[in-house]
Antibody
Framework: EVQLVESGGGLIQPGGSLRLSCAASGFTVSNSYMSWVRKAPGKGLEWVSFIYSGGNTYYADSVKGRFTISRDNSKNTLYLQMNSLRAEDTAVYYC????????????????WGQGTLVTVSS | DIVMTQTPLSSPVTLGQPASISCRSSQSLVHSDGNTYLSWLQQRPGQPPRLLIYKISNRFSGVPDRFSGSGAGTDFTLKISRVEAEDVGVYYCMQATQFPLTFGGGTKVEIK
């Protein structure tokens, strides 16, 4: 069974750093396309970052230069290192797996974790 | 960036009646490989998003057939043929044709 479990969220002061983890089971993170998506209070979903199985990474402009997506193949875990945090980064952060339909990436995300809340406030 | 615009913002529906959500993109979502990477997700209160539809009209595994997707180019629609109580939530369209990936603003489906 595919499962994604995020951890690492919490209350952090502006300018601080956090590392989110997404522990995967039932599939191999290094063979998959993975993404981080966030939902701020009272707002809609916002894409944050993406990593291809080959290792190429992409970021939303709002986090570029501050956030880094990575994975640990030995732990089958996805990470999001978040530096220079701002109040506007306050959100529930979800990790999600890229969906393969008919053997190719469909551009969708089929499994999502429950999310971890990051609150940036002094 | 591709802007995704959803209408309506809110859709009060009577149980058993149909619902329709529109999603319009600021530019064509047809990728150079010929695919259109438009998906629909449902987010129930207190739950993570759930994939309903991928590549415009393909239902994800386990999604009831009362959900259907259609459209092409820049105009897309999600339809629920007969709304059930468990369909309450916010629905999002998402494009993955180009980075940055972008979501529509969401449509809240509620029971009248």
């Amino acid at each position: 069974e595919v499962q994604l479990v995020e951890s690492g969220g919490g209350l952090i002061q502006p300018g601080g750093s956090l590392r989110l983890s997404c522990a995967a089971s039932g599939f191999t993170v290094s063979n998959s396309y993975m993404s981080w998506v966030r939902k701020a209070p009272g707002k809609g979903l916002e894409w944050v970052s993406f990593i291809y199985s080959g290792g190429n990474t992409y970021y939303a402009d709002s986090v570029k230069g501050r956030f880094t997506i990575s994975r640990d193949n030995s732990k089958n875990t996805l990470y999001l290192q978040m530096n220079s945090l701002r109040a506007e980064d306050t959100a529930v952060y979800y990790c999600a797996r890229g969906h393969y339909g008919s053997g190719t990436y469909s551009g969708a995300f089929d499994y999502w974790g429950q999310g971890t809340l990051v609150t940036v406030s002094s | 960036d591709i802007v995704m615009t959803q209408t309506p913002l809110s859709s009060p529906v009577t149980l058993g009646q149909p619902a329709s959500i529109s999603c319009r993109s600021s530019q064509s979502l047809v990728h150079s490989d010929g695919n259109t990477y438009l998906s629909w997700l449902q987010q129930r209160p207190g739950q993570p998003p759930r994939l309903l539809i991928y590549k415009i009209s393909n239902r994800f595994s386990g999604v009831p057939d009362r959900f259907s997707g259609s459209g092409a180019g820049t105009d897309f629609t999600l339809k629920i043929s007969r709304v059930e109580a468990e369909d309450v939530g916010v629905y999002y369209c998402m494009q993955a044709t180009q980075f940055p990936l972008t979501f529509g603003g969401g449509t809240k489906v509620e029971i009248k």
